[in-house]
């Protein structure tokens, strides 16, 4: 008895996968459990793990083929006998004679864009509110459907919107001979052309502005200096820097809701809740997963669960969910010795900060010339959301709750 292999539920938003990698080969013995293959979605690369024990039988999705979730990826034949095998020859029959060609059927016309399918209620919701017909729209989601950017970008331009290409095409010159023999061409993963889209996406949609501040570290780091070795004695991680800024970001969003709010058609969702992004790099790259409801959590509370995440990040263990629904994202360019960066929106997200190394840089106090630990600070924002006082007064609070941690106790 064979036992199929499916792809299992990928998590809201995400509708297909592609075969990374099979760990086993047909024939290979497997046990319940077990990890068989690996697949990329856009967001996570996870591992699909043996129904039952016996050995791999037929493999029906290769390496490299994209899949939806529930499609058959291969099957399992229990008590080790191979699928061949398992099922008797077909008793040979004298041959019949071929049946006329049924008469073939005229090819039907292809539907006009956005027709006669479910689109979703947020595409339903659009067209009702903008009075433009998602039949006239020209959809890039699965099988053709439209979906709510598509919508967007119709009601943006009057009209119907023109299908986005699946991926940039670049057109490069071709190497010299010489050049081309060490050259090496590797397929980008799922995960690689999510990011290239999004961040493009997000630069050509949102009005992107960044502002900058420098921070004393000094109260931080004292802090943190004094604290380290009980703090880690009694939580069972160590005391970072993520925590206070996640503390200072939280109540600067308090005071500026704007930089915690995002563009919904021609509304704005001011969220009152606070799930903040923490940027993670791993080999198969950026991924950001989401400390949700962090204004109710602990400097330990928070420190942990990024020491959780940035554990299970670089070891593809994440799950989809653990990725989405983040209201704010912060990035930090400085455990690679970045000093200033730009960072680009994590769309629908209105605002980014990014972090820095600290350096001693020498600064006016008191009208005395002295050597601080600075850190340089980049807010970037929606301007369509955010205006640049808003910006200026967000990125002076989370300074401000930095150099005087006191204010993150005391809720100032």
Same mark, same amino acid.
């Given at each position: 008895?064979?036992?199929?292999?499916?792809?299992?539920?990928?998590?809201?938003?995400?509708?297909?996968?592609?075969?990374?990698?099979?760990?086993?080969?047909?024939?290979?013995?497997?046990?319940?459990?077990?990890?068989?293959?690996?697949?990329?979605?856009?967001?996570?690369?996870?591992?699909?793990?043996?129904?039952?024990?016996?050995?791999?039988?037929?493999?029906?999705?290769?390496?490299?083929?994209?899949?939806?979730?529930?499609?058959?990826?291969?099957?399992?034949?229990?008590?080790?006998?191979?699928?061949?095998?398992?099922?008797?020859?077909?008793? &040979?029959? /004298?041959?019949?004679? !071929?049946?006329? =060609? %049924? *008469?073939? $059927? #005229?090819?039907?016309?292809? +539907?006009?864009?956005?027709?006669?399918?479910?689109?979703?209620?947020?595409?339903?919701?659009?067209?009702?509110?903008?009075?433009?017909?998602?039949?006239?729209?020209?959809?890039?989601?699965?099988?053709?459907?439209?979906?709510?950017?598509?919508?967007?970008? &119709?009601? /943006?331009?009057?009209? !119907?919107?023109? =299908? %986005? *290409?699946? $991926? #940039?095409?670049?057109?490069? +010159?071709?190497?010299?001979?010489?050049?081309?023999?060490?050259?090496?061409?590797?397929?980008?993963?799922?995960?690689?052309?999510?990011?290239?889209?999004?961040?493009?996406?997000?630069?050509?949609?949102?009005?992107?502005?960044?502002?900058?501040?420098?921070?004393?570290?000094?109260?931080?780091?004292?802090?943190?200096?004094?604290?380290?070795?009980?703090?880690?004695?009694?939580?069972?991680?160590?005391?970072?820097?993520?925590?206070?800024?996640?503390?200072?970001?939280?109540?600067?969003?308090?005071?500026?809701?704007?930089?915690?709010?995002?563009?919904?058609?021609?509304?704005?969702?001011?969220?009152?809740?606070?799930?903040?992004?923490?940027?993670?790099?791993?080999?198969?790259?950026?991924?950001?997963?989401?400390?949700?409801?962090?204004?109710?959590?602990?400097?330990?509370?928070?420190?942990?669960?990024?020491?959780?995440?940035?554990?299970?990040?670089?070891?593809?263990?994440?799950?989809?969910?653990?990725?989405?629904?983040?209201?704010?994202?912060?990035?930090?360019?400085?455990?690679?010795?970045?000093?200033?960066?730009?960072?680009?929106?994590?769309?629908?997200?209105?605002?980014?900060?990014?972090?820095?190394?600290?350096?001693?840089?020498?600064?006016?106090?008191?009208?005395?010339?002295?050597?601080?630990?600075?850190?340089?600070?980049?807010?970037?924002?929606?301007?369509?959301?955010?205006?640049?006082?808003?910006?200026?007064?967000?990125?002076?609070?989370?300074?401000?709750?930095?150099?005087?941690?006191?204010?993150?106790?005391?809720?100032?």
């Amino acid at each position: 008895m064979a036992t199929e292999i499916r792809v299992p539920t990928l998590g809201e938003s995400v509708s297909e996968a592609t075969i990374g990698r099979w760990f086993k080969k047909p024939g290979d013995p497997v046990k319940a459990d077990e990890p068989v293959l690996e697949l990329e979605t856009d967001k996570v690369t996870l591992e699909v793990n043996a129904p039952a024990s016996g050995t791999l039988g037929d493999i029906v999705a290769k390496d490299g083929e994209t899949v939806s979730p529930g499609a058959v990826l291969g099957s399992i034949v229990e008590g080790g006998a191979a699928a061949a095998a398992a099922a008797p020859a077909p008793k &040979a029959e /004298a041959p019949k004679a !071929a049946p006329a =060609p %049924a *008469p073939t $059927a #005229p090819a039907p016309a292809p +539907a006009a864009p956005g027709a006669a399918k479910d689109h979703g209620p947020a595409v339903a919701r659009l067209a009702a509110e903008s009075g433009v017909s998602p039949a006239g729209v020209a959809g890039t989601g699965k099988d053709g459907r439209v979906t709510k950017g598509d919508m967007l970008a &119709a009601i /943006a331009t009057g009209g !119907a919107a023109s =299908p %986005a *290409p699946a $991926a #940039p095409v670049q057109v490069r +010159a071709p190497s010299a001979p010489v050049d081309a023999e060490r050259e090496e061409r590797v397929k980008m993963t799922k995960l690689r052309q999510t990011i290239a889209r999004r961040l493009k996406d997000a630069q050509n949609t949102a009005a992107m502005l960044t502002t900058f501040n420098d921070v004393d570290m000094s109260a931080v780091m004292n802090l943190r200096s004094q604290y380290k070795d009980v703090f880690e004695k009694k939580h069972g991680t160590k005391l970072g820097f993520m925590g206070f800024f996640t503390k200072a970001v939280i109540q600067a969003l308090k005071d500026i809701p704007a930089v915690n709010a995002e563009i919904d058609g021609q509304d704005l969702v001011y969220k009152n809740y606070y799930h903040i992004g923490i940027a993670v790099g791993t080999e198969k790259g950026l991924v950001v997963p989401v400390v949700r409801d962090a204004d109710l959590l602990s400097v330990a509370g928070i420190e942990k669960t990024i020491a959780d995440f940035g554990r299970r990040a670089r070891d593809g263990k994440l799950g989809i969910d653990e990725m989405q629904g983040g209201t704010f994202t912060i990035t930090n360019g400085g455990i690679y010795g970045s000093l200033m960066s730009t960072p680009i929106l994590n769309a629908p997200q209105s605002g980014i900060l990014g972090m820095h190394r600290i350096e001693d840089r020498p600064v006016v106090r008191n009208g005395q010339v002295v050597v601080r630990p600075m850190m340089y600070l980049a807010l970037s924002y929606d301007h369509r959301i955010v205006d640049g006082k808003e910006a200026v007064t967000f990125l002076v609070r989370v300074k401000e709750a930095l150099e005087d941690p006191a204010r993150l106790v005391l809720d100032l």
